[in-house]
């Protein structure tokens, strides 16, 4: 157990909808990153949030907001969905913010769009 | 370019015999930091080991190790007396500073088979 929390674990909706996806970081860490997981493209980065403020933005579509929460705690939106939104959406947090920061992931929320 | 190069989609190994995983990088950072992940087919992601890049011994946990060639910048994966718990997709990753804003890159993946 890595102690991040994220819900659900499995989604499944239809184009055009909106879905939360809700994240816990382990306790005291202060980051919480978003990364996105296709066959196609790996995992990739979409942003990172450091004590409720965004750090830094990867490939993270207009579609897709974030944010985190005074309790540290993140929701990633994802709105308008398309069939190539399918994909295993990951948190992770870091109890360091330099290169030597390892991540710790959740187990993932595997989203369906039909 | 490809920050993280991971040229092998698969490997095969017969149990209790050690793999080696490749894993290239591409950073002109002096301080960065590689790291293995290990993701079963249930999912999740797990942290097998790091290697910072200013470390001089390689980096070891258990049956893991981190073969860590600077010059080459190469920073394989050694899985020591293989098992059937180790397959698994296996993915590098590197956080470098101000090239990178320290957001982990991650390599495309090595789909490990362990053979009883």
């Known amino acids: 157990d890595s102690g991040v929390t994220q819900t659900p674990k499995h989604l499944i909706t239809a184009t055009g909808q909106r879905v939360t996806l809700r994240c816990s970081p382990r306790?005291?860490?202060?980051?919480v990153y978003w990364y996105q997981q296709s066959l196609d493209q790996g995992l990739q980065f979409l942003i990172q949030y450091y004590n409720g403020e965004e750090r830094a933005k990867g490939n993270i579509l207009e579609r897709f907001s974030a944010q985190q929460f005074p309790d540290l705690h993140s929701e990633l939106n994802l709105s308008s969905l398309e069939l190539g939104d399918s994909a295993l959406y990951f948190c992770?947090?870091?109890?360091?913010?330099?290169?030597?920061?390892?991540?710790?992931f959740g187990e993932g929320s595997r989203l369906t769009v039909l | 370019a490809q920050k993280i190069t991971q040229t092998q989609p698969g490997m095969f190994v017969q149990e209790k015999e050690a793999v080696t995983l490749d894993c290239t990088y591409d950073?002109?950072?002096?301080?960065?930091?590689l790291f293995w992940y290990k993701q079963p087919s249930s999912g999740e992601m797990i942290f097998l080991i790091y290697?910072?890049?200013?470390?001089?011994q390689n980096a070891t946990e258990g049956r893991y190790s981190l073969n860590f060639q600077k010059a080459r910048k190469s920073a394989n994966l050694v899985i020591s007396a293989s098992q059937l718990g180790d397959s698994a997709m296996y993915f590098c990753?590197?956080?470098?500073?101000?090239?990178?804003?320290?957001?982990?890159?991650f390599g495309r993946g090595t789909s490990l088979i362990v053979h009883p």
């Open positions: 306790s005291g860490d202060l980051s």
């Open positions: 290697q910072g890049s200013y470390d001089e």
């Open positions: 950073t002109s950072d002096q301080s960065y930091g």
């Open positions: 990753a590197m956080r470098e500073g101000k090239g990178g804003s320290y957001i982990p890159t």
């Open positions: 992770a947090s870091s109890p360091r913010q330099g290169v030597s920061g390892e991540l710790f």
